[in-house]
């Protein structure tokens, strides 16, 4: 299976948090790719600029240790977002469902209106 990490379940992967239920983590371990959206980088590097985030690493550092493998925005992430009904206005969580529906990926978020879409998600 194929993976694509919401921002906020690469964070608390990170720091071990209680959020990420023994089946999410195992689901992760055991996964043959987890992916990290550039846009997830993108999201992180804004909220720390407005003091919203601390981070102990760069964001980069954190994928790289996890062993996760960046998935960059290409064009057709971008073209899918056009495809996508506005359910969720979120331009972070828009991309991130475009890349799962273009790269045939799973999505692992905590978020409920991913939900609206037409991905498949587990759930944190």
Same mark, same amino acid.
């Given at each position: 299976?194929t993976?694509?990490l ?17 089946a ?6 055991t ?13 992180v590097s ?10 102990? $690493? ?7 240790a996890s ?31 475009? $890349?799962?529906?273009v790269?045939?990926a ?6 409920? $209106?991913?939900g $609206?879409?037409?991905?498949?998600t587990?759930?944190?």
């Open positions: 299976m993976l694509l919401d921002t906020h379940v690469v964070l608390w992967w990170r720091v071990n948090s209680p959020r990420l239920k023994r999410v983590r195992d689901a992760i371990a996964s043959e790719l987890v992916w990290v959206s550039a846009a997830s980088g993108w999201e804004i909220k720390r600029a407005l003091g919203k985030l601390e981070l102990s $690493q760069p964001f980069a550092s954190m994928v790289a062993d996760f493998v960046e998935l960059p925005i290409r064009l057709a992430h971008a073209e899918e977002i056009a495809a996508l009904p506005p359910h969720h206005t979120d331009p972070f969580d828009r991309m991130l469902i475009a $890349q799962a529906r790269e045939r799973t999505i692992v978020t905590h978020d409920r $209106q991913f $609206q879409y037409d991905v498949p587990i759930w944190v």
